[in-house]
């Protein structure tokens, strides 16, 4: 069969066109892909072509198809999953298959910028093949960077003074930072750490640019979070004397656990500024140059047993994790998404990625659309109605993405 799809055949060389899958084998999948969101790993992938770690040193000869956030339906299935799996039903993936492959940087038939795609039997013998039931798709496309943040979480971890065991995940009750997180990722580590098991009392978010930021506290209030029992504060990093400022928020304590969102040196030094004893930061921002490094106090990380962590992606039960808290409604990961657009928007948008503000690019797989901020559907509501739409629907869902939105778009966009 045919297939629309996104392919790398190299760095910065981009494929959109119409491919021929094989027949499945008896140890693999077909599946319909309906949506996938677009993340900066998929760029920093393109930049680097076969020399990142996942992508085949043959992309060039046998390109590989892009996108690893994807959701949708079972098409058929091989001979040796058919007790488990069936046609027919919803799926969302988690890619992180192993350290050396996954789907959206390995396989020439296994991505979520196309419209069907083959699944490898690795991705069902680990377990990355998840069950989804939810209506609207999207939401299972979000649950991979959702499954990345709470990997992030898990990832951190204390100690006991004198005793040698490790309490991982972040401290129930405690002072928690989150710095530069105001982009996609950051919204939903805030909306993780306002509804998780382990939530802080004290949550203060930062980052330097004023506009982001009043998004961000317009979505997660600090009244809500008061309900809660959590003081939330916003920071702008940028004005003089925030370092200081948020040690006060602290009570001179300093910070449990700091999550760090953004490749800055001065990011980094003003974690290790704030932290407190027995403190955990965790670098999750993943930067490109190999050779990124910061200052970072070893006098504190000595005699305050300061711990240094971080992660890359997340694993099968984070984003079962993910899934469960988004069809329970205690987190909404509508919110990291600022743009919409279809598979022929895609190579466009990986290569400018950087380049496009707002947070995540959510793409589906079906129709033609240029990838269109959301802020924007009013504007384009004025000449064309489907647009119109959309803007009310989102007004009415406080600006977000939603299930409304998505069906009314797969039912009125220009099918590709």
């Known amino acids: 069969m045919k297939t629309k799809a996104v392919r790398m055949a190299g760095k910065n060389q981009l494929l959109f066109g119409e491919v021929e899958l094989p027949k499945i084998r008896e140890d693999e999948i077909l599946v319909r892909v309906v949506s996938d969101s677009l993340c900066m790993s998929t760029y920093k992938a393109v930049q680097q072509g076969s020399e990142h770690s996942k992508v085949p040193n043959n992309v060039a000869q046998m390109p590989v198809m892009l996108g690893h956030e994807f959701c949708g339906e079972i098409l058929e299935v091989g ?7 069936q046609a027919g039903q919803k799926f969302a993936m988690q890619p992180n298959i192993d ?4 789907p959206g940087y390995s396989y020439p038939y296994c991505g979520g910028n196309s419209q069907y795609a083959i699944l490898p039997p690795e991705a069902m013998e680990n377990n990355c093949l998840l069950h989804y039931e939810q209506d609207a798709y999207f ?11 709470i990997g992030a979480y898990h990832t951190n971890f204390h100690t006991v003074k004198g005793e040698y065991k490790h309490i991982l995940g972040t401290k129930k009750g405690g002072n928690l930072a989150l710095l530069a997180s105001v982009g996609p990722m950051g919204l939903g580590a805030i909306d993780y750490a306002l509804h998780c098991e382990n939530a802080p009392k004290l949550l203060v978010v930062t980052d330097i640019n004023e506009e982001r930021l009043a998004r961000a506290a317009s979505i997660y209030t600090v009244e809500a979070a008061q309900k809660l029992g959590i003081a939330l504060h916003y920071v702008n990093t940028a004005k003089p004397g925030m ?7 602290s009570g001179g304590k300093g910070y449990d656990d700091i999550l760090i969102f953004a490749p800055v040196e001065d990011v980094i030094q003003q974690a290790s500024d704030i932290i407190g004893v027995d403190g955990c930061m965790n670098f999750f921002a993943g930067p ?6 910061a200052k970072i106090n070893f006098y504190k990380v ?4 300061i711990h240094i962590c971080g992660n890359s992606g997340g694993n099968a039960d984070d984003m079962q994790e993910a899934l469960d808290m988004a069809a329970a409604r205690r987190i909404n990961p509508a919110s990291m998404v600022t743009h919409v657009g279809g598979l022929d928007s895609v190579v466009d948008t990986i290569l400018h990625l950087p380049e496009i503000p707002g947070g995540k690019k959510l793409e589906y797989n079906t129709i033609s659309m240029p990838m269109t901020a959301i802020a924007d559907f009013g504007k384009l ?13 989102c007004e009415a869902h406080n600006g977000l993405w939603s299930r409304e939105a998505e069906e009314y778009l797969l039912s009125h966009a220009k099918p590709i």
Not at 79 to 85: F, H, M, P, V
Not at 99 to 102: I, K
Not at 288 to 293: E, G, Q, R, V
């Open 79 to 85: 001979a040796k999953w058919k007790g488990r799996y």
């Open 99 to 102: 350290s050396l492959a996954a």
């Open 139 to 149: 939401y299972g496309s979000l649950a991979e960077p959702m499954s990345c943040i």
């Open 243 to 249: 370092t200081e400022y948020m040690m006060q928020l």
């Open 288 to 293: 490109i140059d190999h050779a990124f490094s």
């Open 302 to 305: 000595h005699y305050n047993r």
């Open 381 to 393: 509501g004025e000449t064309d109605p489907m647009f119109r739409r959309l803007a009310e629907i």
